[in-house]
């Protein structure tokens, strides 16, 4: 049963009733409700539900298959790619002479790399997420690569994929598949990553308004040196509905080709040496105006969704690599002796083999979960019908009533906006459009539309810090050995540091998961809260009420397990604690709302530990949901996942429950007013602040 | 041998120390007699402030010429030559060596204590340790309950805490030989030692209290002590400073001397940005000086500055939904921080116009400041367009007592503001210009 249909079903009544109450104004809009139009009401929305204290299982159980065919293809895609990378690929020559040969680029090219997602009918593999993800476990076998074709393929060329016209898209999307033409992604400008306001490079229409004229550099443009075909974000003049002229970002397919670009030096960078990364100048480029990408002025939400959508490019990364360590590494311990036993025989050692397992097993689970997700075919019929999202209880009655539908295409993440309706005064107004847009910028827009949310940035934040935590394990068990150059560990770790700052650093990644689940809360929740601080006592009572049965231990049944259960007995402690933790998470979201509202957007330490624990709470359901299929199926060693499974849960469970301590009001174990008052001290001199320990004063 | 040390102790008194004094000096001598090495009592000495005024010192001197004291005139003497810590120290060893009972030493004590700051070693430890140990060792230390209970030799303790008291006084912290000299004197339960125990409790604490020390040595190049004082001013670590003008005579065609004061300014990037954003429609302001004190230095400082905005003009900054790339920088809900969750405290805000930069320079006028401004323009275009008015004070005169006509606005060309680093150096010029 879908939960998150029947609330819009429930809401949608709601929404007659104020309809027909207001209906002195709506007279003219009796065709509404037949008009139910139908969202995709299964999307990504169940790490926001977890916000609520839900947990909306048909989301995330059972663990998402592919078919029989679809396997084959992809093991006929992994198995050249695989060979490709074990026995053409020389990673350590790539990282020494911090270039890819162009022998190797023309293998990768042969191979379709470069247009994993393009569609077939452009030349491209066509490939679903959870194909991607499957190689990207292979590609990322070399970050320098991983990188080259991810500036290529997740951002570089996403701009014509979602936003781009037909005519766009057959211009330049064959070449680009093919690697003829590599793609970059130009956003970034001295001044900072995610501030649009330090955009300055300008888009002046010529006197003719056929052609713009680029102005102004970028600077750490992955590909940057090669690229053919760049997706550059500009300022351009727009009029605004009022008339008034104002500098709005535009993005724009520019061609190399065009002139006046210049790349500077590639930068000399910690990791990833081989990938190209440098500054870009644009100086007086002509770009004709056919070459806008979307509207003129809609640059900000096509840079939104790029970036969006590319996050999820680096998901099953860091568990591909982790195998491959474990792997080496296991070797190595299995066979040096120390003190006459062996390196594995040491609890320590044996430790970090564990941590490394069970990291690779949860990311796995994660980035797959995930990838599935995305992949679940949408609503069968994408007419106008089906449930209805509604958002008229959130907003003040009268005011402008926007319903926005959004039908997945969920090819990549990518909703498509295929028609929205205005409710107003004036009655409905329909109309249509066929802009494709990531759904939370849709909801960003319209407020308060639930759709999709970021699962894929919580795999992205766990799987970057994971990541450089099981590399760091790998090199120290080869201790000093590890260090050094002979072994590939020391480039593994270079390499996999840039994880956790490109494409949004983690802590931006980190306000993104938070602030997009409080606010979605909080729409709800608003209501409820208010009634709260009048001072209803109904409301009153039945938070006491909660409250009261929490500390006396009621257990928290969330039907995970049971009868109509979805967990594997065999996981069904990690289950309830799963579910005690999702609880838990409610109402604290609920209360973290009560006490700072709309100004918890400044409370970053605290959407740092909410952040943390929706990604463990995602974590725990992308494992339970794995190994009770693989019990369920009987797949080889379902035994170990179990294992692995219950022992992360636990783990996270007690870490989440510390997290949620903290967030209580006045809790003992939150340090964060001495957290910030250090930092504030430090910053202040903007030294370290205490004296030598030998100083002395007399 | 007590008949010898009897005999050597009347010599020692027949000569003063004074005369002993010229014997080394080989300098002919007044008149003092024999007679004036009577000692009296010291009680007047007590915590008597250090003089400063030369008038009150005279008055001291005629009572003291009518009391018995006569260790005053040791140093009054000494002090003809030269006042420096040689000559001190020599009085003391003088002193010291005359009566190996040290018969008088607490006058003695005292006396020096007053003339320290004279001779320039008020802050010197090694004096007072010397001064320390013209105490005779031994002798005031209780051997008994009875004379522990009760205080033992109370005005020698006296005398030893006072001692130890002008030291807190200008901030000397006494060492390890002090200690050892006070045990010595005193005995380790003495008034002296529990002083010194208490000065060494507090004063490592004090020593590091203030957050923003004065260095003790302040530099004497008035274009470093402006530089010192701007930064002191500005407590901005991006904050720049910028000598506009170095400080230079030269010697124009008419052979006359002209002394180019120094300019000195600084600004922050903020300062810059607010400036750069300010409605060159509305006039901005030299105004000064303003005094600074550091330890006995005045300086003073002048600020360019507006008007606070009114309130019509003030245009909040309004969010931007397409600012953020990666997340909502706010939140679309209808509600507020609970009221047990608001930290924040009730303050009534004074609307102050901002402070766009800041001056220092040895010549208030007009035409100096005018340099200052033209020197911001070039780091800040916008001072061009935007109307410069300069409303300076008299401000140091009022310093010295002389007569002024109070603060006011000065018109252009009239008199300047003299606005002398050093107070100082700004009396004897303002003597001079009399003259």
């Not at chain 1, 592919?66 to 895609?77: D, T, W, Y």
């Not at chain 2, 007679?35 to 009680?43: T, Y």
């Not at chain 2, 004090?206 to 008035?222: C, I, R, Y």
Request: proline share 5%; aromatic share 8%.
């Amino acid at each position: 049963m879908n939960i998150n249909r029947l609330i819009a079903l429930s809401k949608s009544v709601q929404f007659g009733k104020i309809l027909t109450s207001n209906a002195r104004h709506a007279t003219k809009e009796v065709n509404l409700p037949h008009r139910t139009i139908r969202t995709h009401a299964r999307n990504l929305a169940y790490a926001k539900d977890l916000f609520l204290g839900k947990v909306n299982k048909a989301e995330c159980f059972p663990y998402p298959e592919i078919g029989n065919e679809e396997l084959e293809e992809i093991n006929s895609f992994v198995a050249p790619v695989e060979k490709f990378f074990t026995e053409e690929v020389d990673s350590k020559r790539i990282d020494h002479e911090a270039k890819i040969p162009p022998e190797t680029l023309n293998g990768l090219k042969e191979l379709g790399l470069f247009g994993i997602q393009v569609p077939e009918e452009y030349g491209g593999l066509g490939l679903s997420n959870t194909m991607y993800a499957r190689l990207g476990e292979i590609i990322s076998l070399d970050g320098s690569i991983a990188v080259t074709l991810a500036a290529h393929q997740a951002i570089g060329l996403k701009g014509i994929l979602i936003a781009g016209s037909e005519e766009q898209k057959a211009k330049y999307l064959p070449k680009l598949a093919s690697g003829e033409h590599v793609a970059a992604f130009c956003l970034t400008e001295p001044g900072s990553g995610s501030d649009a306001a330090s955009i300055q490079t300008k888009a002046t229409l010529s006197e003719d308004r056929k052609t713009y004229l680029l102005n102004g550099s970028k600077i750490w443009i992955s590909n940057g040196g090669f690229a053919d075909l760049m997706t550059v974000f500009a300022r351009t003049e727009v009029v605004g509905e009022d008339g008034v002229k104002k500098d709005k970002i535009t993005a724009f397919i520019v061609e190399r080709a065009f002139g006046g670009i210049t790349s500077g030096k590639p930068e000399d960078k910690l990791g990833i040496r081989g990938s190209n990364t440098c500054e870009v100048s644009f100086d007086n480029c002509p770009v004709p105006v056919e070459n806008v990408i979307g509207e003129v002025g809609g640059g900000f939400k096509v840079a939104m969704n790029i970036l969006n959508s590319g996050r999820f490019s680096m998901g099953s990364a860091g568990s591909g690599m982790i195998k491959k360590l474990i792997e080496m590494t296991a070797e190595y311990a299995g066979s040096r002796k120390q003190f006459g036993k062996n390196l594995s025989e040491f609890g320590m050692i044996q430790e970090k083999f564990a941590v490394m397992a069970q990291n690779a097993f949860v990311m796995e689970s994660m980035a797959y979960l995930t990838a599935g997700m995305m992949d679940r075919p949408g609503v069968p019929d994408c007419s106008l019908e089906a449930a209805m999202v509604k958002v008229s209880d959130l907003l003040p009655i009268g005011c402008l009533i926007v319903v926005c539908v959004v039908v997945s295409k969920l090819n990549d993440g990518i909703g498509v906006l295929i028609g929205y309706a205005v409710v107003g005064e004036q009655g409905v107004q329909e109309r249509t459009k066929h802009t494709p847009l990531r759904c939370p910028s849709v909801e960003d827009q319209r407020g308060g539309c639930v759709v999709a949310y970021p699962t894929p940035t919580l795999t992205n934040v766990f799987s970057s810090e994971g990541g450089w935590i099981c590399v760091s394990e790998a090199l120290q068990v080869l201790g000093g050995l590890g260090y050094t150059k002979n072994y590939p560990y020391e480039r593994y770790l270079r390499d996999c540091r840039i994880l956790l700052i490109f494409e949004g650093t983690n802590e931006i990644l980190r306000m993104y998961i938070a602030l997009t689940g409080m606010q979605y809360a909080g729409k709800i929740l608003t209501g409820k809260i208010k009634e709260m601080k009048k001072g209803n006592v109904g409301v009153a009572f039945e938070m006491l009420g909660r409250k009261l049965g929490d500390a006396l231990g009621r257990k928290v049944d969330l039907g995970l397990t049971g009868m109509d259960g979805v967990v594997h007995p065999g996981l069904a402690d990690s289950a309830k604690k799963l579910e005690q933790n999702v609880a838990h998470f409610g109402s604290t979201v609920e209360n973290l709302l009560y006490r700072y509202g709309k100004t918890i957007v400044e409370e970053q330490l605290i959407l740092k530990r909410v952040a943390d624990v929706l990604i463990n709470l995602y974590a725990m359901t992308a494992v339970l949901s794995r190994s009770s299929r693989s019990i369920s199926i009987g797949l080889r060693n379902h035994d170990h996942e179990v294992l692995l499974a219950n022992t992360f849960c636990t783990d996270a469970f007690f870490k989440n429950n510390y997290w949620l301590t903290q967030l209580q009001r006045n809790s003992p174990e939150n340090q964060d007013e001495n957290i910030k008052k250090i930092a504030r001290e430090v910053l202040e001199k903007r030294t370290y602040v205490c004296s030598h320990p030998l100083d002395r004063t007399f | 041998m007590l008949s010898v040390w009897f005999a050597s102790g009347l010599f020692l008194r027949v000569l003063s120390p004074f005369e002993v004094l010229t014997m080394h000096t080989k300098k002919s001598q007044g008149d003092q007699g024999a007679l004036r090495r009577f000692h009296g009592s010291p009680g007047c000495y007590k915590s008597q402030p250090v003089p400063t005024d030369p008038g009150e010192e005279h008055e001291d001197r005629i009572k003291k010429d009518k009391s018995l004291i006569t260790h005053d005139d040791l140093f009054e003497r000494v002090a003809r030559e030269a006042k420096t810590k040689a000559t001190f120290n020599r009085v003391v060893d003088v002193f010291s060596k005359r009566d190996i009972r040290r018969r008088g030493h607490v006058e003695f004590i005292y006396a020096a204590l007053k003339k320290m700051p004279e001779f320039g070693v008020e802050r010197d430890l090694t004096v007072y340790n010397k001064l320390l140990d013209v105490f005779p060792k031994e002798v005031f230390v209780p051997r008994n309950f009875i004379q522990r209970m009760f205080n033992h030799y109370p005005r020698q303790q006296e005398c030893g805490v006072q001692l130890l008291e002008q030291m807190e006084n200008y901030g000397i912290m006494p060492n390890v030989e002090s200690k050892v000299l006070i045990v010595q004197i005193f005995g380790d339960k003495s008034h002296p030692m529990r002083k010194y125990q208490r000065i060494m409790y507090w004063f490592p604490k004090f020593k590091h209290a203030n957050p923003f020390p004065v260095p003790l040595q302040l530099p004497e190049d008035p274009v470093d002590l402006a530089r010192l004082s701007l930064n002191r001013i500005a407590n901005d670590l991006d904050a720049k400073v910028t000598v506009y003008q170095m400080p230079c005579t030269d010697i124009s065609e008419s052979g006359e001397e002209i002394t180019f004061p120094h300019v000195v300014g600084i600004q922050s990037p903020d300062q810059m940005e607010l400036l750069a954003k300010h409605n060159p429609n509305r006039p901005v302001f030299v105004e000064g000086p303003f005094p600074l004190w550091l330890r006995k230095i005045c300086v003073y400082y002048y600020i360019l500055r507006a008007d606070p905005l009114p309130p019509e003009e003030k245009v909040e900054d309004s969010y931007d939904p397409e600012r953020c790339f990666d997340y909502p920088l706010q939140l679309d809900l209808d509600l507020d921080r609970d009221m047990g969750d608001d930290d924040s405290f009730d303050v009534e805000d004074v609307d102050e116009g901002p402070v766009f930069a800041m001056c220092m320079t040895s010549q208030g006028d007009q035409a100096t400041l005018n340099q200052w401004i033209s020197g911001l323009q070039e780091t800040n275009p916008t001072l061009g367009r935007v109307p410069t008015l300069f409303r300076l004070e008299a401000g140091p005169r009022e310093l010295q007592g002389v007569a002024d006509p109070g603060p006011g606005y000065r018109e252009e060309g009239e008199e300047e503001a003299e606005t002398d680093i050093v107070v100082e150096e700004e009396h004897q010029r303002s003597q001079g210009v009399k003259q």
